[in-house]
């Protein structure tokens, strides 16, 4: 049980890590997009520049506003970010870790449970702008998750079994990219989505919310946030190697596939624009939902037709 712990603490440094990187690789990515270097001064090619950015948030004054709700305020970023690194607990580690046989469960679980920080954050802030904010991302985050366990209970049906384990073993001839690249998509759609990254990203509606449900954070609460945000990329990412492009947790492969799917997320940053919010609601109900469906009566007929 200790070792089991001790190894739960280094796994969680090395995602906060990870997200330290994954920041500053955004920044590279989006200059480069944008015909400019990206940090580049403090260290070499910016290497210290997160960790330069996390002293000077740590150290600015933690403000308060004066009416909003104190407990919730509060605690809302280190929920959010707490479950964000429960998460990582679903993948199938061979390395004395949990192996979860209802992996699959539990991720959605958990993927619900995200809400909850979102909706309390906007609300306890008692501002109109992280209200509606809140309220968006909450709308966002149901109606695409929806989408996600579907296409997941597709591969479930497929595979036979809710262990991720399963689902990376039955990719060793060919990946479930291939076999199934319609679903791969809405998959990623709904990861932009759910993550409310651009071109979903109405919680943090920049030009017409001031930042969304996080403006009245600074300090410590909007580091939290901030890391609760890049911690759920990274594992998403994952989570969509293990679904459809295989590999072991413990080879080198699997963290190029990674980095590869992360960069797509960035990439999307860079290039497309904000959608207005009635299309997105259009998206995820009448598209995306009827496709996950559709697939879902399909896997279960190859499935009992075949065995």
Do not use: H
Not at 57 to 68: A, C, D, G, H, I
Not at 87 to 93: A, K, R
Not at 151 to 157: A, H, R, S, T
Not at 190 to 217: H, K, Q
Request: charge should be neutral.
């Amino acid at each position: 049980m200790i070792v089991m712990i001790l190894s739960y603490l280094m796994l969680m440094v090395c995602v906060l890590v990870g997200v330290a990187f994954i920041t500053l690789f955004e920044r590279k990515v989006l200059g480069y997009i944008q015909i400019r270097k990206g940090p580049n001064k403090l260290g070499f090619l910016g290497l210290f520049q997160p960790f330069s950015d996390a002293v000077k948030l740590f150290v600015k004054e933690q403000t308060l506003p004066m009416m909003s709700n104190f407990l919730p305020y509060y605690l809302s970023p280190v929920f959010g970010l707490l479950i964000s690194l429960i998460l990582w607990m679903v993948f199938p580690y061979d390395l004395g870790l949990v192996n979860l046989d209802m992996g699959v469960l539990f991720f959605l679980c958990c993927l619900s449970l995200g809400v909850y920080p979102l909706m309390s954050a906007g609300w306890a802030s008692n501002c109109k702008y992280s209200l509606l904010g809140s309220l968006r991302a909450v709308a966002q985050t149901i109606s695409y998750e929806v989408s996600l366990a579907l296409i997941l209970l597709c591969y479930v049906f497929l595979v036979g079994s809710f262990n991720f384990m399963e689902l990376s073993n039955y990719q060793e001839m060919i990946w479930f990219f291939w076999l199934t690249f319609p679903l791969s998509m809405v998959w990623l759609g709904s990861c932009l989505a759910e993550m409310n990254r651009t071109p979903f990203d109405f919680a943090e509606g920049e030009s017409e919310l001031v930042s969304g449900f996080n403006t009245e954070y600074s300090s410590g609460g909007f580091v939290l946030i901030f890391m609760a945000e890049y911690t759920s990329i990274l594992f998403m990412s994952g989570a969509s190697v293990l679904l459809f492009f295989g590999g072991n947790l413990i080879s080198l492969s699997f963290y190029l596939k990674l980095v590869l799917v992360s960069f797509i997320f960035i990439w999307v940053r860079g290039t497309l624009p904000r959608l207005r919010y009635d299309k997105l609601m259009y998206l995820a109900w009448k598209s995306f939902l009827p496709m996950s469906l559709n697939y879902l009566i399909f896997f279960m007929g190859v499935k009992v037709f075949l065995f």
